[in-house]
């Protein structure tokens, strides 16, 4: 983080006016140099927005704009304006970016209209980490990011210095298969990402598909965060395929994603070779048998610089949770196992794939993706969510 940071992150401010925004607001005046400003964990208004927008304008040397969970209480249709009104200031200054987080705010997709603007402006073609976590984005709002993020792309490729970003956080916001698929097309582009975190998103097999072919494109991938998605084999399979050219992998995080038994024998033939650097590896709560857990065993016992297996919450019973402590041992890699208080137990039926099943599975899922998109345009004009200040 550059020394010359303004921070007033986690005062509990409610900014409604511009005069409530005037502390802030002669902060930036009086400030020569400001290269991070820190504004989380505060309530802004649009017209307090449009002050603080207002003096960001004399700063273009401005680098990181944190301002995650800022507009708590307030209307989604307040969001658009307030953000328009921070981007149009940084806009205006001619400020260049290498972090943007405005995770955490619950917009919804009707708060992406007030972004993408920034996000495919002068001052994003430098940005190297973008966080916009738990922002209730949904299908159409995934899809305005990605839409916004490879215009910046083309529009920054074209000054001769395209957008190589490097982060990329977007967990929980229902994306689904329709906006990560968006959002792999532009991965697919940019080629440069060491970090994804995409949690939480209600993404199943195709689209799992389309981010694993987005991913063969990223070889300097170093974290890979997919948690609470829906892998079955099909996923599996696509993300095993992409593995072993992802040779600078440190984070694998898979963790209840229904990978079950035939996935992580896949997810481990496809990290054995290779994969030195690999330091975490999550498969918890996937359904995993003791074949499964006996092949990650197999493919893990030459990773030395491994710190931590998460396999809790599978199906081993007591009997294979020992069994897998023992294994771990041999290979001197018990150390790294996360705890197993949570194991499922054994299961009796046979865990065979069955192609209708599996079809039967995606169109309940589609019907749900359906379902929730309703609830997204239902709730557009409703409250904004309280959320929880920092302490």
């Known amino acids: 983080m550059e020394d010359n940071v303004l921070d007033f992150s986690g005062k509990q401010l409610k900014l409604n006016e511009e005069s409530d925004a005037e502390e802030i607001v002669t902060a930036l005046l009086s400030s020569r140099s400001v290269e991070a400003f820190r504004l989380s964990g505060n309530t802004l208004g649009i017209p307090a927005a449009a002050a603080i927008g207002k003096a960001l304008e004399s700063h273009p040397e401005l680098k990181r704009a944190l301002w995650s969970d800022l507009f708590t209480g307030r209307l989604k249709t307040e969001l658009p304006a307030a953000f328009r009104a921070l981007g149009s200031g940084l806009i205006t200054a001619g400020a260049h970016l290498v972090e943007l987080d405005i995770g955490d705010n619950a917009s919804g997709p009707i708060g992406a209209d007030g972004f993408v603007e920034l996000l495919q402006s002068e001052p994003c073609f430098t940005l190297q980490e973008l966080r916009l976590n738990n922002m209730g984005l949904g299908i159409i709002g995934g899809k305005k990011v990605a839409s916004a993020l490879l215009n910046c792309y083309e529009k920054s490729r074209a000054r001769g210095r395209p957008l190589a970003l490097k982060v990329f956080q977007a967990g929980r916001n229902r994306l689904e298969n329709e906006g990560a698929t968006a959002l792999a097309e532009v991965f697919k582009q940019i ?201």
């Open 191 to 391: 080629k440069t990402l060491e970090e994804v975190h995409m949690y939480q998103n209600g993404i199943n097999a195709p689209g799992i598909r389309a981010l694993a072919g987005a991913f063969a494109e990223n070889l300097k991938l170093k974290v890979v965060n997919l948690k609470d998605n829906t892998f079955t084999v099909q996923g599996s399979m696509a993300m095993a395929k992409v593995i072993p050219i992802l040779k600078e992998l440190e984070v694998i995080n898979f963790g209840e994603c229904l990978v079950r038994t035939q996935g992580a024998i896949v997810i481990a033939e496809a990290i054995a070779d290779f994969h030195n650097s690999l330091k975490e590896l999550d498969l918890s709560y996937n359904e995993i048998k003791m074949a499964g857990a006996e092949a990650i065993v197999q493919a893990i016992k030459n990773k030395n610089n491994l710190k931590k297996l998460d396999m809790n919450g599978n199906n081993l019973g007591d009997g294979g949770c020992e069994k897998l402590k023992i294994l771990l041992q041999e290979v001197d890699k018990l150390k790294v196992l996360d705890s197993l208080s949570d194991d499922e137990g054994e299961e009796d039926e046979d865990e065979d794939y069955v192609e209708g099943e599996e079809e039967l599975g995606e169109e309940e899922e589609e019907e749900e993706e359906e379902d929730e998109e309703e609830e997204v345009k239902n709730d557009e004009n409703k409250t904004h969510q309280k959320q929880p200040m920092p302490i």
